[in-house]
């Protein structure tokens, strides 16, 4: 009989209760659903953040390379182009002389996230900008050349 008794114990403990997986599976399920949503949430900061950093280094690398042009050879073309294997991200060059004969011109260098795919920069774009001004000057041109 004692043998019987604990054979039917045994039997009768060899699984959970339902009440206990429903127990079990909610609070897995309210730890769970705010973890993915944080782990989601980083994701996209972290990918907002590498698109910022990635149009601030372009934006400055094409206005120091359209200094260093326009010092040179004194060149007012305005340049305009995607940035190489970055989909979506482009890029524009302006320049504006300050005044007739003044020898100072204003170069502007705006990289951005083209969200409308119209190929050119518009108000509420996340972008980098970066402005800078550079003077003609005869020892610019001769170090150039």
Do not use: C
Request: net charge positive; glycine share 8%; no cysteine.
């Amino acid at each position: 009989m004692n043998y019987r008794h604990s054979n039917q114990a045994r039997r009768n403990r060899t699984g959970q209760s339902i009440l206990e997986l429903i127990a079990a599976t909610t609070i897995i399920a309210i730890a769970l659903v705010p973890a993915l949503k944080l782990m989601r949430d980083s994701i996209r900061i972290g990918r907002q953040t590498e698109t910022v950093n990635i149009l601030a280094t372009f934006s400055m690398s094409k206005l120091e390379e359209h200094l260093a042009r326009t010092a040179a050879n004194w060149n007012t073309t305005p340049d305009t182009g995607a940035i190489p294997n970055y989909n979506g991200l482009r890029f524009q060059v302006t320049k504006v002389n300050e005044g007739v004969g003044s020898g100072l011109m204003r170069i502007t260098s705006v990289a951005y996230e083209d969200g409308n795919g119209n190929g050119t920069y518009d108000a509420g774009e996340r972008n980098a900008t970066f402005v800078a001004k550079v003077a003609k000057n005869v020892a610019y041109e001769q170090e150039a050349s």
